[in-house]
């Protein structure tokens, strides 16, 4: 049973922090790809942040970059997205799944991967 499921969203302030929990179930994400997305209503899904499982090297992207550090747990299967100095921009609901690439080009979403039912972040004063 290959399972996604993401943790660690809720209420902050501008300028706090969250930290989101990606943990697998089913499957060793250390294999895998893992990006973070995030949609707002009204809007459309956007890449965040990926981690590749072969080297651990990690992207993001310009509108996170300097304030979010994704990073991998082997040994409790998770991927963590830690999220500081939010702003209400960054207010939308964040997924993490598998995905066919991450590089310095970005994302490359896998329609076919596994995905999370995601966790809500709102920033609001």
């Known amino acids: 049973q290959v399972h996604l499921v993401e943790s660690g969203g809720g209420l902050v302030q501008p300028g706090g922090s969250l930290r989101l929990t990606c943990a697998a179930s089913?499957?060793?994400?250390?294999?895998?790809?893992i990006g973070w997305f995030r949609r707002a209503p009204g809007l459309e899904r956007e890449g965040v942040s990926c981690?590749?499982?072969?080297?651990?090297?990690?992207y993001y992207e310009d509108f996170v970059k300097g304030r979010f550090t994704i990073s991998r747990d082997n040994a409790k299967n998770t991927v963590y997205l830690q999220m500081d100095r939010l702003e209400p921009a960054d207010t939308a609901v964040y997924y993490c799944?598998?995905?066919?690439?991450?590089?310095?080009?970005?994302?490359?979403?896998?329609?076919?991967?596994?995905w999370g039912q995601g966790t809500q972040v709102t920033v609001s004063s």
């Open positions: 799944g598998t995905i066919y690439y991450c590089n310095s080009h970005g994302l490359t979403p896998d329609e076919y991967g596994h």
């Open positions: 981690i590749r499982g072969s080297d651990g090297y990690a």
């Open positions: 089913g499957f060793n994400l250390e294999n895998y790809v």
